[in-house]
Structures are given as structure tokens and as C-alpha cells.
Nanobody, 124 residues
């Protein structure tokens, strides 16, 4: 098992950047695929990005390609989401998640462990 703690959210102007972190407070991230999802008010939770357990596979939802980058540092038991060129439409609560299967799924129900979420607000 792994317990995840999300951090790094905040209020930023459109065009700005944030880096989200997902740290394992217990257990290790090494054997898990890691992912980020987000949920805006009144909307369903949606996939943002995933990285496989060995880091060799990454996938992004179309709306963030070229702007967001997912990475991992298993020595620190942490995954990251670098978000650049932020838009108001990126405003949401962002959640990290871990999947024991390790290959990097896009469906939320494939992930067994979740962080508590961190709010990202992008203003004009």
C-alpha cells in the first residue's frame, strides 16, 4: 500500500506555471504507475497525465499536451506535474493516483490509491 499527499496548488494568472507534487507518506512509489486527474466544479473527474512505473511511458489528455509534463523521482517517492501556460479552463482540484498494475491507465477506476487533492485556480 501507499499513501499519497498532493501539494503545490495555488492561485496563478493565466499564462503562469505551477508544479504539483505527489509524495508517498508511507510505502514507495517505485512499483506503481502514477497519474494526475482533475475535477472542476460540477464536472466529472478527468484524466490529465500518467507515467508508467519505469518512467518509459507517458500519456496526456489532448488539452494539456505541450503544456504539462509528468515526471517521477522514485528516490524521493514523489511524482510531479509541471504545468505551464496555464489557462482558466485548467482550474480544478488536482488529484494524484497510483496504480499497482504499473503500465499507466487513463481510467480513474484503475487506480487504487489517491491523494487528497490540491486546488489550482487560474485567473485572467
Amino acid at each position: 500500500q501507499v499513501q499519497l499527499v498532493d501539494s503545490g496548488g495555488g492561485l496563478v494568472l493565466a499564462g503562469g506555471s505551477l508544479r504539483l507534487s505527489c509524495a508517498a507518506s508511507s510505502g514507495t512509489t517505485r512499483d506503481y504507475a502514477m497519474a494526475w486527474f482533475r475535477q472542476a466544479p460540477g464536472r466529472e473527474r478527468e484524466f490529465v497525465a500518467t507515467i508508467s512505473s519505469n518512467g518509459g511511458y507517458k500519456r496526456y489528455t489532448d488539452s494539456v499536451k505541450g503544456r504539462f509534463a509528468i515526471s517521477r523521482d522514485d528516490a524521493k517517492n514523489t511524482a510531479y506535474l509541471q504545468m505551464n501556460s496555464l489557462r482558466p479552463s485548467d482550474t480544478a482540484v488536482y488529484y494524484c493516483a497510483a496504480d499497482e498494475a504499473g503500465w499507466g491507465a487513463v481510467r480513474a477506476n484503475r487506480y487504487q490509491y489517491w491523494g487528497q487533492g490540491t486546488q489550482v485556480t487560474v485567473s485572467t
